[in-house]
């Protein structure tokens, strides 16, 4: 992997377009999180109530640093911003890559969606970007988001216990996981099976 991880790109299939995360996308981004008010999701980082320009500068921010390339997730149908997800952690000289940041409106949770991005994104990782692994983390009690993942075919790899302290001063366990290059057949295999069931 090199600087490309960096350029800017849009994915788009499966019923859903992943476009670059833009200033513009604020309002958008506040319907979506207000679907199912998900700021009340206490394991979880989406945008505050209010606060989706915060959370754009900072993904932004994150992508001036070379560490980030966050989207916003449009439906292909209708066109509406349903989410937002990123390859974050970019590490160019040992190949790896995380995807998180992940949240969804709540009227598409256990939809084809998460599925749809998920193949958009790793198809990009491992086959345009050469990555050898691509990680996923999440908090321990995000049960929910623990189920998504390991759905996907990506095996637990550990928890960090104490991982970071979160905005009330509590500590976050996080539960890492992963996809290497060697298993991305099958994942993608699976993938596409259940996209075909889902469509």
């Known amino acids: 992997m090199s600087n490309s991880w960096l ?24 319907a979506a999180v207000a679907d199912g008010e998900l700021w009340n999701l206490w394991f979880t980082l989406v945008p505050d109530q209010g606060a989706a320009e915060g959370y754009i500068a900072e993904a932004l921010e994150m992508q001036a640093c070379g560490t980030a390339l966050p989207f916003v997730i449009r439906l292909q149908d209708s066109g509406r911003v349903v989410g937002s997800t990123r390859f974050c952690h970019i590490d160019s000289a040992n190949q790896r890559v995380e995807i998180g940041y992940t949240w969804l409106a709540k009227s598409v949770q256990r939809s084809f969606v998460n599925a749809a991005c998920k193949q958009l994104l790793l198809t990009h990782a ?73 469509d």
């Open 7 to 30: 350029e800017e790109i849009s994915l788009e299939g499966y019923g859903v377009r992943l476009e670059p995360m833009r200033p513009s996308h604020a309002s958008d981004l506040e």
């Open 126 to 198: 491992f086959e345009d970007r050469g990555a050898i692994a691509v990680e996923f983390r999440t908090h321990w009690h995000n049960r929910a988001s623990r189920r998504a993942i390991e759905r996907l075919g990506a095996k637990q790899d550990g928890v960090l216990r104490q991982h970071r302290r979160d905005p009330d001063g509590s500590y976050r366990d996080t539960v890492v996981f992963s996809i290497l290059n060697s298993e991305w057949p099958s994942v993608r295999r699976g993938l596409l099976a259940d996209l075909s069931v889902l």
